[in-house]
T-cell receptor
Framework: ETGVTQSPTHLIKTRGQQVTLRCSSQ?????VSWYQQALGQGPQFIFQ???????GRGNFPPRFSGLQFPNYSSELNVNALELDDSALYLC????????????FGEGSRLTVL | EDQVTQSPEALRLQEGESSSLNCSYT??????LFWYRQDPGKGPEFLFT???AGEEKEKERLKATLTKKESFLHITAPKPEDSATYLC????????????FGKGTHLIIQP
């Protein structure tokens, strides 16, 4: 069974740039959600994708967007990066309709300078 | 608005010294309460789900319990490898609304 994998693991961007983070979900899981974790904080829900459509969103602006592909992998895109976007971005997969346990990847550490 | 408060923020114990971590919550309708373990620089690792008051679950040295207002994670005779941040999270029944996480308790077990 393959777990959740994310890439890249670390990246540095400058303010105003755009970034794309990628995630492959755990085998058999059809739902992907993304979380932002600032240093010393708990993860905050960004959005969730099911059947290639966004079906839930947290309190994040539209410059945070995503995609889910037919193989259930996913991308998180952030435009017009701000300093406060520096965080660990976590992808989690789960099975729709089942228990809500999330299985997280190792995360992508984004630093915005 | 759903809220999760974890205490203490940090806890340092000697190896073998048992203790409990607290997760207090307010929620309109609880579908599940989750405990995760997070090692530095890693993603959270699922531990337990609790669904109703009175429920208990155990795994090795960890035991999670749930009341109508709080959950406890009891750690019995901990070892240094139990050192991690423990996160509590709520599923309030929004379906696609995501989990609401607390800030976590940073646990250090000294040999």
């Amino acid at each position: 069974e393959t777990g959740v994998t994310q890439s890249p693991t670390h990246l540095i961007k400058t303010r105003g740039q755009q970034v794309t983070l990628r995630c492959s979900s755990q085998s058999g899981h059809n739902t992907v959600s993304w979380y932002q974790q600032a240093l010393g904080q708990g993860p905050q829900f960004i959005f969730q994708y099911y059947r290639e459509e966004e079906n839930g969103r947290g309190n994040f602006p539209p410059r945070f967007s995503g995609l889910q592909f037919p193989n259930y992998s996913s991308e998180l895109n952030v435009n017009a990066l701000e300093l406060d976007d520096s965080a660990l971005y976590l992808c989690a997969s789960s099975l729709a309709g089942g228990a809500r346990e999330l299985f997280f990847g190792e995360g992508s550490r984004l630093t915005v300078l | 608005e759903d809220q999760v408060t974890q205490s203490p923020e940090a806890l340092r114990l000697q190896e073998g010294e048992s203790s409990s971590l607290n997760c207090s919550y307010t929620v309109s309708g609880l579908r599940g309460l989750f405990w995760y373990r997070q090692d530095p620089g890693k993603g959270p690792e699922f531990l337990f789900t609790l669904y109703s008051a009175g429920e208990e679950k155990e795994k090795e040295r960890l035991k999670a319990t749930l009341t109508k207002k709080e959950s406890f994670l009891h750690i019995t005779a901990p070892k240094p490898e139990d050192s991690a941040t423990y996160l509590c999270a709520l599923d309030s029944g929004g379906g696609a609304d995501g989990l609401t996480f607390g800030k976590g308790t940073h646990l250090i077990i000294q040999p």
